[in-house]
């Protein structure tokens, strides 16, 4: 009788082994021929998920900043009315 019980389980097994194998094998001939396609699907969701996880972060953290460049030197726009006489806008 134990040798009954043990050939079931082992039989039980290889079929679900089976099953599971086959399962794998109908998914890839399925999936063959659109596997560019889906190469080419993941790339864009992968750009989609940089670009929401830059607004998700700029959103949340209030204290995200633009790293926008300031450019060294004179200020043109406030020094205008200084002229030529080097001294600060307000005292010109």
Do not use: C, W
Not at 56 to 82: F, S, W
Request: aromatic letters at 4%; hydrophobic letters at 40%; glycine letters at 8%.
């Amino acid at each position: 009788m134990g040798s009954v019980s043990m050939f079931l389980k082992v039989l039980f097994r290889v079929v679900i082994l089976l099953g599971v194998v086959q399962l794998v094998m109908v998914n890839a001939s399925e999936n063959g021929g659109r596997k560019m396609k889906s190469e080419l699907n993941s790339i864009n969701h992968m750009k989609m998920i940089r670009i929401e996880k830059h607004m998700v972060l700029a959103k949340l953290d209030l204290n995200y900043t633009n790293k926008r460049r300031v450019p060294n030197g004179p200020d043109p726009i406030h020094n205008r009315k200084a002229g030529k006489s080097r001294q600060p806008p307000g005292q010109a």
